[in-house]
């Protein structure tokens, strides 16, 4: 059990206001990974900010260089107590997404962090900031109290997950020896909800695909040549309805996983989506009806319209236009295979009659997840379950995405991300904001984890070794 002194200490870092002080300041760095201009700020988060945390937790630091130069550099910290002892990696990204400057409510900086009740806002102040801040804390108390971890520390902080990872897997690939370990704790993304602790594995993947129906270059008017001339707009909606019918069904069998596990499905069986105050209420019939709301957002498939044009919707004119364009995004979960989605889509529309329609893959994000019986999920629920003293969510990924494959795939890690967010947190828009309830909270459940994970116990051991 985590120590009741532990517990008020982390408790009392954010009651204390040293927690929101400490994020204003990383806060303040506009680390904007989306505006190549930014790279300043990002230098100088990592070196004012997170390479003294990570000194301060008694760390040798590096920052290393992107191999791809789409990304922002990487930093390391490394701490070895012993050989004999567990190896923890932790995972955090220094960069935000654009901070939508002069669109937030009240007037509010998106580079200052401003509370109004339990909510604190400001860019990065749940994604990922406030999340790395809460376990660099959770750390130094462990550290302060005891002396030592008790295992093994590697910290990576990356600067370009906003932007897709670039570099990550190839950085993780060519450093395997000094980011080995024995297992991934870390946080990002949300809880089940702003109430529920939560444990999730990994993340589903991402494949956009953009739909073409390039007819011609010029415009007709649509009295001389309507019922002559193919409309693109018109045989583009017919495409996408060919694909994902108006109820948000998957019509291209190649785009569905392969089954829904029974684990999967076991572990979904209590989770309740859209439980927070504010959150929409799911759709009635949309999606494949044969499942749970859960099990259509963790365990299955989706493809959505992202974006959809033709001509000038604002100011239409009365022509056919020659050119209508479509990006569709199939997220999807662990065990689907995406090698062929580009063949597969553009043979699927040309059998429903729609070869004209062009058909290219933009970009895509792989699935990945760890085992739901893996040892390490067992050890950290249960971990988890003893300072909450009630269940703790357990979800085989999150519906969004992540770069979970860098660990699991490339460094061959369980993964354990443990989330200080909720899905009402506005991450990606104006008033992005993170809740001080759940940061009090987060730091007592990571403060846990860790010392769980330096200290087992007889009746709690740490999973056994993986092999070398």
């Avoid at 990974?33 to 003294?52: I, N």
């Avoid at 945390?53 to 760390?59: S, W």
């Avoid at 590096?62 to 932790?90: M, Y």
């Avoid at 996408?240 to 089954?259: F, K, M, N, T």
Wanted: negative net charge.
């Amino acid at each position: 059990m985590i120590p009741a002194d532990l517990i008020e200490q982390a408790e009392e870092y954010v009651d204390s206001g040293a927690f929101f002080t400490d994020l204003a300041a990383m806060v303040s760095y506009p680390t904007e990974s989306t505006k190549p201009g930014a790279r300043v700020a990002v230098k100088a988060y990592l070196d004012e900010v997170l390479a003294p945390a990570l000194t301060g937790l008694g760390c040798s630091v590096t920052e290393h260089p992107n191999p791809d130069p789409a990304g922002g550099p990487f930093l390391v910290g490394t701490r070895i107590e012993s050989s004999s002892l567990p190896t923890l990696l932790c995972y955090g990204h220094a960069d935000v997404v654009d901070g939508h400057a002069g669109r937030w409510s009240d007037g509010r900086d998106p580079w200052t962090l401003t509370a109004d009740g339990d909510r604190w806002y400001g860019r990065g102040s749940a994604d990922n900031k406030g999340q790395h801040l809460i376990n660099l804390a959770a750390l130094r108390l462990l550290l302060v109290r005891q002396g030592r971890l008790g295992f093994n520390l590697i910290f990576l902080f990356e600067s370009g997950e906003e932007i897709g990872s670039p570099g990550l897997a190839e950085f993780a690939a060519a450093h395997r020896e000094e980011l080995r370990a024995d297992v991934l704790i870390a946080s990002d993304g949300p809880r089940l909800d702003a109430a529920t602790p939560t444990l999730f594995l990994g993340s589903r993947g991402g494949v956009d695909i953009a739909l073409d129906v390039d007819l011609r270059p010029n415009t007709y008017h649509s009295g001389n040549w309507g019922g002559v001339l193919r409309n693109p707009a018109t045989t583009l909606a017919g495409a996408i309805a060919s694909c994902v019918d108006g109820h948000g069904r998957i019509r291209v069998p190649a785009l569905l996983p392969p089954e829904l596990p029974d684990a999967v499905r076991e572990v979904l069986a209590g989770v309740t989506v859209a439980n927070s105050p504010g959150d929409p209420a799911p759709d009635e019939g949309w999606g494949d009806t044969g499942l749970t709301a859960a099990e259509r957002l963790y365990g299955w498939n989706t493809l959505e319209v992202l974006a959809m044009g033709s001509a000038d919707i604002d100011n239409p004119v009365n022509a056919i236009p020659g050119r209508a364009r479509a990006i569709l995004q199939l997220r999807y979960v662990a065990g689907t295979d995406v090698s062929g989605v580009e063949q597969a889509v553009a043979e699927h529309l040309a059998a429903h009659g729609y070869p004209m329609v062009g058909v290219s893959v933009l970009g895509h994000f792989p699935a990945s997840r760890t085992a739901l019986d893996d040892p390490w999920v067992r050890w950290a629920r249960g971990s988890l379950e003893q300072v909450t003293g009630g269940p703790v969510a357990l979800l085989p990924n999150i519906g969004g995405s992540l770069p979970n494959f860098v660990f699991t795939d490339v460094l061959g890690l369980p993964t354990l991300w443990l989330p200080h967010s909720y899905p009402g947190c506005l991450q990606h828009a104006p008033d992005e904001h993170l809740l001080a309830g759940i940061a009090r909270e987060g730091v007592v459940l990571a403060a846990a984890l860790f010392h769980a994970l330096g200290n087992p116990s007889a009746d709690h051991p740490l999973p056994a070794p993986r092999p070398v």
